[in-house]
């Protein structure tokens, strides 16, 4: 069976034979960008009729189609990441994560914010001093169970 | 000079002896709620007024005020976080950090989303299925430099 | 205001005088053993009437019953346990995740146990060649949304 | 002499092809799914008749049975694990490590439960609310010897 | 209620005041050596019995004695020892770990030796090309349970 | 010249083709279990000798004589070992070592036990409540120089 | 596609084989010697029109133009370097990252030096006692939003 | 005798009392801002009569002008830094270390930039599109000895 | 029993009071400078006739001279050391070690140099062009044991 | 371009093929037997003379001149070394930091040792109890600069 590997490797390759973006992919199936980019990097799972769409999109084959489908096994560099750009993201956690922490308690109780049941948008706000980046987390609010 | 971890525990006496929200205290000296709270929790700083009127609103003294405006040391327990709440957004940055390099590249080209030109907003949003948390966050894009 | 160190330093102490074991103050509480303990070590937060019924359990004041009500930042040694009770749950881990994975994916698609909508039972089954310990983990299963 | 890592590719392979789940192959040998998995997975050995039992099953040849009779060698990512349902174990562990040392001491005295002579079970609770994963663990409890 | 570390210097200043060996002191309860001194270094517990002895050949009080009983988390600097008689042990067990694992396979099977249902020994074998130090280890062979 | 992994793994396979144990070997040899299994492994070196009494039991040729000859550079998993079996025995150094380190110096006075001027040999008991594994260290005790 | 290190490797040969220097080859192409470095060695991206003059400075044909135009993912050795040129660099910020905290914020207010908008230029400084490297960083000072 | 977190204690609460920059302190001893901060955080050490000429500068006594002379134990966080402004020297490091060491190298031949018998200086660069951070690091180049 | 730590407090107390070098108070007692220092330091121990001459140099009392006589635990700051001089040998072991072997091996034979039964010396070389460190390490070659 | 560990790869082959000692090539080339070894192991880069010198005493041809005389880029294992010979040089450094730099500064003031204008001489010093490994260090003391 394809690995996953050589599945982000084979859409990486038609995406750029193709010349699309993230988001005309993304559209062409009906999922946001961010779930279609992460699926095809490996890191989600598509059901069986979004991963023969994006395939259709792309002229990949079955294979490809079946590795979309497969549930991963999540990994990442692991402890601090390097990339300046994921890097910040970490920075934002370490820095705001106590404040995050206060204010969801304040608003929600004791619970989290699921990373499961979760949503993120990116998109980009014009601006004359400097265009910025706007990132939105959405995640279900889960209260602690006591029993 | 009255350190950091003071200045914290003294806030958070007196937000406790007042029954206040953060909330309400960032409101009362015009300013969002994450950054009131990063900034008594010592990983921010105030300029010299806002410091002042968050001693007032709290009934607070002066070596609090000036506490309140020393450029912090930024530091956290590091490496990867343990607390539940915190580590959800580890994993987000594990999870989808090379989604959203891909996404941010595509958008903007190369360089990165501001941790420090940058804002978060945490807001509630109701929902019959169970409520959900929404942060935002908005970061300034920083293309790199080429010489 | 009491910390959660102080808190568990105190209940600890009642505890030996009152010579009561764990269950027979959950039971007293109307709470589970698991969760009751739990708390009592900081590491979950109980409502109002549960941390003011422990409190008259155990003949603790208003301090205990209000630090059994903050929303504990959580915490443990990190990394590799070493104590060899738990070491071996790491180790379990360790030896079973795959395992876990696979058949969890198998019964209910991808997603996860919840370690936040979730309860644990610890018994005792009594045994001629060696009584043996029964853990007993219940997680709701969250699906991964797709978006 | 096959390795682990080959007679998990071929093991895997045969279970596509066949189309049988992990709970089928294991009743076919008359053994858990659990301990039969971790096997195919390079984790635990398999008596003689048993891995040729699982070879005929899915029709896999003699490398593969003599593999699945070798005393592996443990061994997994190691620290802290990140895919997000194996770590949600692990987070178990560090929030209620403690607890499981308060009350299995309190039941059985000083020593540990056992990783060795171990069993474990995994199963679906249907729920309206959302369905839920039951595992159980089952050690036997091990008294530290005093001399 | 006295902690381990406190009772550890309390029986530490008793031995170096009565001017005893470990040897003596576990002699006079009737426990050996290396199990007396792990428990007075908090690291096993003593039963209600041996605890007084030990209590009453030191001259120490209850809280001693109590402290004693309890069951211990056992802790160490962790990862990689670095006191040379401590670390040449580590070296034992990183250049000849796979060595005892073909060995022990070979004459037991699949399994492992305890480390609960254990003993340790350490005698002076007197030689004139220098001393040396014999260590036996004794612990139960735990097959694996296979289900 | 071939390295030492490609001469652990012509000696595995030749030692199952014979389908001679350690002991056999070691036997054969003139050499203890301990020591015959660590050389093969990779992890000692042999005299010329034995080098090639080695090859002529197991009918290997020449380059794995010289392979067993040439000095190791010892290496292993590194840190915190994690199959079961290896594991135990880093725990009882970590549970046992500073008990060890009281009673050498209550034996020797200040100094280590060797792991180089050191033998191991690894012994069944056999029990009705099971069979126990006793493993003796015997090391040469090297006494601090002061200069 | 061409990955970052076919890139270097190839633009590394070429180098050798033109007999160029990293200053002639930055020169040749209107940029300084440390970006074009950097990005030759696949830690920066060029422009288009850049990346087809460095490849026909070194007579390197499409795929080197294209892989040197990709956002590239930023990664090093980790933790601490080893290389002692590159490790007094590290000992640099050890040694005086506080000293550069106190002047740059009493220079500038709370904020950073950007490592994103940043040149840094290296010369060699002529000195009878032994020449000197002389590095200038150029960073933009980010001061910190508040909001 | 004083230590030199007590010391750079002492330094700081005169520096604010009199209200003084470190650039004013340095040049009031006839030193640059860098080595006279650095030596005040306990980074470096002064000679007698520096260390007198700064504490007459503070109005601090004779232990603090000893103190200040003392060869320090350089020590700090570790690993990776977390403040935001010495996070990215460090992300410098690691981006741009190969670079320089290719063009130190392609300058000076193998060698290093010494740390020891090095200079650095801390400007401002005023520019209407935001100040500027300059830094300037000045080594001695120490070239490998061959023998 | 006077614990390490405050002993070499003491011991430098008086050594600063008595105007005395490392040398001279070696020297006092017929000992080595190395040695010396590093049992003042708690990482050696000294004989009872060296201990009380020690504190008779010093104007020290008993308990002093039987903290020096006792069995140190030797621990340092683990992993990568920071102190620029500690580093310095830290990257020679890194650098040479390989060498070292290669070179011990082929004059030796298989086998260590002891790191206790072992002398340190360090000089002063002085040299126009600077001043050398000579350190001069001396230890008994230690053949690994056959058996 | 060859690289390091080709080049080294090829030296081994003809050293063993020749015969020769490091000792025997190194003084063949007018080079000390330490730094021959280390340039020949990748850590250090030999002058155009000397690379050819080698290159014809073992019979080797032009790419591995060009190779010795490549700049190194030095890495080993990192952090804590495990083989037994090379640890032990780690531990002397844990154990006697401290006192090497107590000597160090009393002899020449606050600086360090270069282990760059450094060399290393390795002796064997025949004794009746034991021969012994004589290490010599010699490296220029670098005071550190005030400016």
Request: glycine share 8%.
């Amino acid at each position: 069976m394809m690995n996953k590997e050589l599945m982000t490797a084979k859409i990486l390759e038609a995406k750029v034979a193709k010349g699309m973006t993230w988001e005309a992919i993304a559209e062409s199936i009906g999922m946001s960008p961010v779930f279609t980019t992460s699926a095809c990097l490996g890191m989600n799972s598509f059901t069986e009729d979004k991963a023969f769409a994006l395939c259709e999109t792309l002229g990949l084959d079955k294979p490809v189609a079946e590795a979309l489908q497969v549930c991963p096994k999540k990994a990442w560099e692991g402890g601090v990441p390097q990339d300046p750009l994921i890097y910040r993201l970490y920075e934002i956690v370490g820095v705001y994560g106590d404040t995050m922490k206060e204010l969801i308690h304040e608003k929600f109780g004791d619970g989290i914010m699921s990373a499961i049941d979760f949503t993120m948008d990116i998109e980009k706000e014009e601006n004359p001093k400097g265009d910025r980046v706007v990132v939105t987390l959405n995640g279900k609010f889960l209260p602690y169970k006591a029993w």
